[in-house]
Protein backbone atom coordinates (compact mmCIF):
# COMPACT_ATOMS: atom_id res chain seq x y z
CA UNK A 1 0.00 0.00 0.00
CA UNK A 2 1.26 3.78 -1.11
CA UNK A 3 1.06 6.18 1.39
CA UNK A 4 0.36 9.75 0.26
CA UNK A 5 3.47 11.25 1.78
CA UNK A 6 5.90 8.33 0.21
CA UNK A 7 7.11 11.59 -2.28
CA UNK A 8 9.05 13.33 0.97
CA UNK A 9 10.42 9.63 2.11
CA UNK A 10 13.70 11.10 0.67
CA UNK A 11 13.59 13.97 2.30
CA UNK A 12 12.71 12.53 5.90
CA UNK A 13 15.73 10.54 5.01
CA UNK A 14 18.58 13.19 4.28
CA UNK A 15 16.78 15.30 7.85
CA UNK A 16 17.44 12.08 9.51
CA UNK A 17 20.89 11.90 8.53
CA UNK A 18 21.43 15.25 8.97
CA UNK A 19 20.76 15.22 12.37
CA UNK A 20 22.40 12.03 13.16
CA UNK A 21 25.92 13.15 11.87
CA UNK A 22 25.77 16.61 13.36
CA UNK A 23 24.28 16.11 16.64
CA UNK A 24 27.24 14.40 18.14
CA UNK A 25 29.39 17.67 16.70
CA UNK A 26 26.88 20.33 18.37
CA UNK A 27 26.30 18.25 21.76
CA UNK A 28 30.38 19.30 22.17
CA UNK A 29 31.33 22.18 24.64
CA UNK A 30 33.19 24.72 23.11
CA UNK A 31 37.15 24.49 24.65
CA UNK A 32 37.04 27.89 27.10
CA UNK A 33 39.66 30.38 25.37
CA UNK A 34 42.98 30.37 26.89
CA UNK A 35 43.76 32.81 29.28
CA UNK A 36 46.56 35.10 30.03
CA UNK A 37 47.47 35.39 33.42
CA UNK A 38 50.59 37.17 34.53
CA UNK A 39 51.97 36.89 37.63
CA UNK A 40 52.09 40.04 39.58
CA UNK A 41 52.71 39.28 43.30
CA UNK A 42 53.47 37.05 45.32
CA UNK A 43 53.31 37.16 49.65
CA UNK A 44 50.59 35.02 51.58
CA UNK A 45 48.90 34.51 48.07
CA UNK A 46 50.36 34.93 44.39
CA UNK A 47 48.14 37.54 42.53
CA UNK A 48 47.85 36.77 38.54
CA UNK A 49 46.14 39.43 36.87
CA UNK A 50 44.02 38.27 34.04
CA UNK A 51 44.80 40.34 31.01
CA UNK A 52 42.16 38.59 28.41
CA UNK A 53 39.27 40.13 30.80
CA UNK A 54 40.28 43.85 31.04
CA UNK A 55 38.12 45.96 29.63
CA UNK A 56 38.56 49.51 29.01
CA UNK A 57 36.69 52.56 29.34
CA UNK A 58 39.24 55.61 29.03
CA UNK A 59 41.61 54.99 31.53
CA UNK A 60 39.82 52.90 34.40
CA UNK A 61 40.19 48.83 33.70
CA UNK A 62 37.56 46.64 34.82
CA UNK A 63 39.17 43.45 35.32
CA UNK A 64 39.49 39.53 36.83
CA UNK A 65 42.54 39.29 39.17
CA UNK A 66 43.18 35.68 40.24
CA UNK A 67 44.26 35.24 44.05
CA UNK A 68 46.07 31.38 44.41
CA UNK A 69 46.35 30.36 48.48
CA UNK A 70 48.96 28.17 49.51
CA UNK A 71 48.63 24.41 48.60
CA UNK A 72 45.71 22.16 51.24
CA UNK A 73 44.17 25.65 51.93
CA UNK A 74 40.52 24.11 53.09
CA UNK A 75 37.44 26.08 53.84
CA UNK A 76 35.55 23.42 55.89
CA UNK A 77 35.40 20.40 53.74
CA UNK A 78 36.65 21.61 50.75
CA UNK A 79 40.49 22.24 49.39
CA UNK A 80 40.66 25.70 47.34
CA UNK A 81 42.82 26.88 44.67
CA UNK A 82 41.89 30.35 45.53
CA UNK A 83 39.18 32.68 43.45
CA UNK A 84 38.75 35.37 41.19
CA UNK A 85 38.50 39.21 42.41
CA UNK A 86 36.48 41.14 40.37
CA UNK A 87 38.26 44.63 40.46
CA UNK A 88 37.68 47.99 38.53
CA UNK A 89 41.14 49.96 38.34
CA UNK A 90 41.26 53.91 37.92
CA UNK A 91 44.93 53.82 36.58
CA UNK A 92 45.01 57.77 36.78
CA UNK A 93 43.46 58.34 40.54
CA UNK A 94 45.16 55.49 41.24
CA UNK A 95 42.01 53.74 42.84
CA UNK A 96 40.88 50.37 43.42
CA UNK A 97 37.20 49.45 43.78
CA UNK A 98 36.44 45.52 44.74
CA UNK A 99 33.56 44.12 43.17
CA UNK A 100 32.84 41.10 44.15
CA UNK A 101 34.62 37.79 44.69
CA UNK A 102 34.22 34.17 43.16
CA UNK A 103 35.87 30.96 45.09
CA UNK A 104 37.75 28.02 42.97
CA UNK A 105 37.48 24.53 44.36
CA UNK A 106 40.45 21.71 43.82
CA UNK A 107 39.84 20.43 40.59
CA UNK A 108 38.71 24.24 39.07
CA UNK A 109 35.43 23.99 39.95
CA UNK A 110 33.98 28.05 39.96
CA UNK A 111 31.66 29.39 42.30
CA UNK A 112 29.30 32.61 42.00
CA UNK A 113 30.86 36.08 42.33
CA UNK A 114 29.64 37.62 45.95
CA UNK A 115 29.66 40.89 47.11
CA UNK A 116 28.82 44.15 45.75
CA UNK A 117 31.24 46.84 44.11
CA UNK A 118 32.45 48.97 47.05
CA UNK A 119 33.63 52.54 46.49
CA UNK A 120 37.16 53.14 45.20
CA UNK A 121 39.69 53.62 47.24
CA UNK A 122 43.29 54.89 46.96
CA UNK A 123 45.69 52.05 46.10
CA UNK A 124 48.35 51.64 49.00
CA UNK A 125 51.58 51.22 47.97
CA UNK A 126 53.59 47.83 48.18
CA UNK A 127 50.45 45.73 48.00
CA UNK A 128 49.67 43.44 45.64
CA UNK A 129 46.96 45.79 44.43
CA UNK A 130 49.76 47.63 43.73
CA UNK A 131 51.08 45.07 41.78
CA UNK A 132 48.16 44.22 39.77
CA UNK A 133 47.84 48.40 38.72
CA UNK A 134 51.12 48.47 37.64
CA UNK A 135 50.23 45.48 35.75
CA UNK A 136 47.12 46.54 34.12
CA UNK A 137 48.12 50.66 33.79
CA UNK A 138 52.32 50.55 33.14
CA UNK A 139 52.19 47.47 31.24
CA UNK A 140 54.96 46.49 34.39
CA UNK A 141 56.10 42.48 33.74
CA UNK A 142 57.40 41.20 36.81
CA UNK A 143 58.75 37.86 37.50
CA UNK A 144 60.58 37.78 34.22
CA UNK A 145 61.18 34.35 34.68
CA UNK A 146 58.07 32.62 35.61
CA UNK A 147 55.87 31.83 32.12
CA UNK A 148 52.30 33.80 31.46
CA UNK A 149 50.02 30.86 32.47
CA UNK A 150 46.97 30.20 29.99
CA UNK A 151 45.05 27.96 32.43
CA UNK A 152 43.88 28.43 36.31
CA UNK A 153 45.36 24.85 37.03
CA UNK A 154 48.51 26.10 35.42
CA UNK A 155 48.64 29.29 37.54
CA UNK A 156 48.01 27.52 40.43
CA UNK A 157 50.95 24.94 39.62
CA UNK A 158 53.12 28.06 39.15
CA UNK A 159 52.32 29.82 42.14
CA UNK A 160 52.55 27.50 45.06
CA UNK A 161 56.22 26.79 45.02
CA UNK A 162 56.79 30.64 45.08
CA UNK A 163 54.28 31.04 48.08
CA UNK A 164 56.55 28.51 50.11
CA UNK A 165 59.60 29.92 49.28
CA UNK A 166 58.39 33.46 48.97
CA UNK A 167 59.78 34.43 45.96
CA UNK A 168 60.50 37.96 44.81
CA UNK A 169 59.97 39.67 41.39
Not at 16 to 22: G, I, P, R, S
Not at 78 to 102: K, L, P, Q
Amino acid sequence: MKSRLDHLRAARNALLALVVWTTPTLAQTASPAPLELRLADVGRFAVFVDLTSVQWTGRTAKLRVLQVTEGGFKAGADEYWGGWRHEVIDCDARSIAHAGFGSIRAGGREGPVTGDQRPAAPIPPGGADDAAAKVVCDGWKPFAGVPVATTVEQAVGLARPLIETGAEP
